[in-house]
């Protein structure tokens, strides 16, 4: 089992920025497959951003791409995901997930998730 810590939510204005932080522990190698989620208030979770194993390539959800990043310090086990030109419809529980898959965008491919941090963008 792997656990996964999200780090880095908070307030932030729009067109402001937040950079998050999931930290893996435990049986790492099992789950090299990491990816962001996100639950936007009364809605379904959605797909936000993964990134292979190596880093190489990365993909993003419609929604975000061109303003959020996502990397990874295999090394540290750790993903990231930097957060640019905030709206408030980013407002939403975000979630950290890890799986044997790398860089799958449906959420029944990951098996490990966080307790997720919030993310809140004011108008």
């Known amino acids: 089992q792997v656990r996964l810590v999200e780090s880095g939510g908070g307030l932030a204005h729009t067109g402001g920025s937040l950079r998050l932080s999931c930290a893996a522990s435990g049986r790492t190698f099992d789950a090299p497959g990491m990816a962001w989620f996100r639950q936007p208030p009364g809605k379904k979770q959605e797909f936000v951003a993964t990134i292979t194993y190596g880093g190489s390539e990365s993909y993003y959800a419609d929604s975000v791409k061109g303003r959020f990043s996502v990397s990874r310090d295999n090394a540290a086990n750790t993903i990231y995901l930097q957060m640019d030109r905030l709206k408030p419809e980013d407002t939403a529980l975000y979630l950290c997930a890890a799986?044997?898959?790398?860089?799958?965008?449906?959420?029944?491919?990951?098996?490990?998730?966080g307790q997720g941090t919030q993310v809140t963008v004011s108008s």
């Open 99 to 113: 799986g044997p898959l790398s860089a799958r965008r449906e959420s029944t491919d990951y098996n490990n998730w």
